[in-house]
């Protein structure tokens, strides 16, 4: 799946919110400018940042039949569905998506398939489901359904799998995340990390033919940063890190591991905490 489209619509963020948080989770020590990184649903802005963050490794991939494997030098190219990677298990230290989710037909499948791919974790950018989103889709603010994207794509791309038809604007919580990813790596704790920003998608409101929407934009600004400040959950789109489990990492107390690091139950544990009834 692919969200790439003009540069304009690619660049609507006028912010570093995307740059500033790979920047911070290297200064935290979670990732490294000599890691391999494999971007899905990537473009030209994907592109950008990682260059300018000074990384080698990476390879941007979409499913965007438009490409002729050059767009993004000196990095590489893949055609790939975000949803069935045709990578190995453990093949790169991280994989991200950047405002890619959102187009495929399900953004949980993708998640999951861009953990089984990574060795350390992964890092994704998505809108947020809260109340100033749902203000704004009120009021004509927000899209439901992404149809600016398929405008600036000529009709024919970037939409739901990159296709014709506007994708729904799936938002998520960070709740909903936690509960995809635990479901499927039950055995232990789950490191996730949630930074939350307001942005605000200025050139999708000024390529609008109605300009009360860029104009309610204008005026809740001060507003909607107040919220954000005070709350940072009440911002709009927010960014996840989410590191992979591993053979060596915790367990809860009611798993077994083995020196191969093969889960089971932890017999004792649970014979202590229930008994045989009849």
Partial sequence: MSNQTPLALRRSFEDDFYGSTIQK?????????S????????????????????????????????????EFAP????????EKLTLGDNSVD????????????????????????????ILLFEPYDNLVTRIGMRFGVSQKFETAAVFYSGYTHG???????????YRFTKWELEKTVSTAYPEGPI????????RVPWEQLKGRRSKLPFYLACLSIPFLRLA?????????????????????SPVWPWVARSASGTCS????????????IG
């Fill in 159 to 169: 939409g739901l799998r990159n296709g014709p038809v506007a994708n729904y604007v």
């Fill in 94 to 121: 991280f994989v991200c998506i950047h405002n890619g989710l959102h187009h495929c037909g399900c953004p949980q499948a993708a998640i999951l398939e861009m953990l089984r791919v990574a060795r350390k974790g």
């Fill in 265 to 276: 139950a932890n017999q004792e544990w649970l014979s202590k905490k229930y008994q045989k």
């Fill in 191 to 198: 490191e996730f990390q949630f930074i939350h920003a307001l």
């Fill in 228 to 248: 954000n400040w005070l709350i940072p959950e009440q911002g709009n789109c927010f960014a996840a890190y989410i590191a992979k489990r591993t053979d060596h």
């Fill in 75 to 82: 990095f590489q190219w893949s055609f790939q569905d975000a």
């Fill in 35 to 70: 890691d391999s990184v494999l971007v899905t649903a990537g473009g030209t802005r994907d592109k950008e940042t990682w260059q300018n963050c000074g990384f080698q490794n990476v390879t941007i991939s979409n499913l965007d039949d438009r490409m002729v494997g050059n």
């Fill in 25 to 33: 989770l290297i200064s935290q020590g979670k990732i490294s400018t």
